[in-house]
């Protein structure tokens, strides 16, 4: 039996072993740390004063998990994040990108959708769009939901554009949304080829034969057993010759995986699978 440090220990790990018995959902093997954070935060916005009392409803209350699941998970994200990284994509991927007739691609964790969109720019600008299938994947229903709609707060248009230009694309990020009142629409054209659906990193399987796997700043909120797992989830759903794109802080450096891959850019954690 695990030893606990104390009471709180003890009741998380209570709370994470019925969410998924119950629920099928896998949060322990996330780092305790950040994880235990946003539960207490969800206390605070659910007005509930214990964790085995959120233990207790939890398994009674659907509408509740959901709402757990939306806080806990981590869905900060900006169209073209770190530029300098579309630029080594640009350098380092989409020329093997255009050996293939088509390309399968894998964006894990994506959240609102952001960055998938980035992506489906920069195929568009590079010739690649429309021979591409991008499957976009998150574990939280709600922010999958808002990624299919592709409506973003026109706020954050000045920034994304910044970003935009400092990634090297040509034209106006402007040229690919339609302008609402105080919020802007994806094109269609770059939704065509994207299919948003459900994958949970813990414990779904091996997701095809890819060109490109992306899952960017994700593995950072898991442990290190649990980044090993994935990490060998991601080995066995790409391509020979594929590659993994990882977040700034990520890296392959310090497990068995690193063997079966060459780096492509080490400042920007681009990687090939070579065997």
Known sequence: MPKYQNDEDYDIHALLEVIFLKWGYDFRGYSKASLTRRIFYFLQEERIDRIPDLQYRIVRDKSLF????????????????????????????????????????????????????????LLEQEGLLERSTIYATDINRSVLDRAKK???????????????????????????FEKGYDHVIVDSALRKNIVFTEHDLVIDHVFGEMQLIFCRNVLIYFTRGLQ????????????????????????????????KFKTLDPNNKIYQRTR
């Open 66 to 121: 959901s709402r757990f699941i939306k806080d806990v998970t981590v869905n900060v994200t900006e169209m073209f994040r770190d530029p300098v990284f579309y630029q080594s994509v640009k350098e380092n991927i989409v020329p093997q990108l255009k050996t293939y007739p088509h390309i399968k691609i894998w964006h894990a964790g994506c959240a609102t959708g952001e960055e998938v969109y980035s992506l489906a720019i």
């Open 150 to 176: 592709g409506i973003y707060s026109d706020s954050y248009l000045q920034q994304y554009e910044t970003n935009f230009e400092n990634a090297g694309l040509k034209g106006h990020l402007s040229d690919y």
């Open 228 to 259: 090993s797992k994935v990490i060998d989830l991601f080995s066995e759903s790409l391509d020979f010759g594929g590659c993994l794109c990882l977040g700034i802080k990520e890296t392959l450096d310090f497990y068995e995986h690193k063997g």
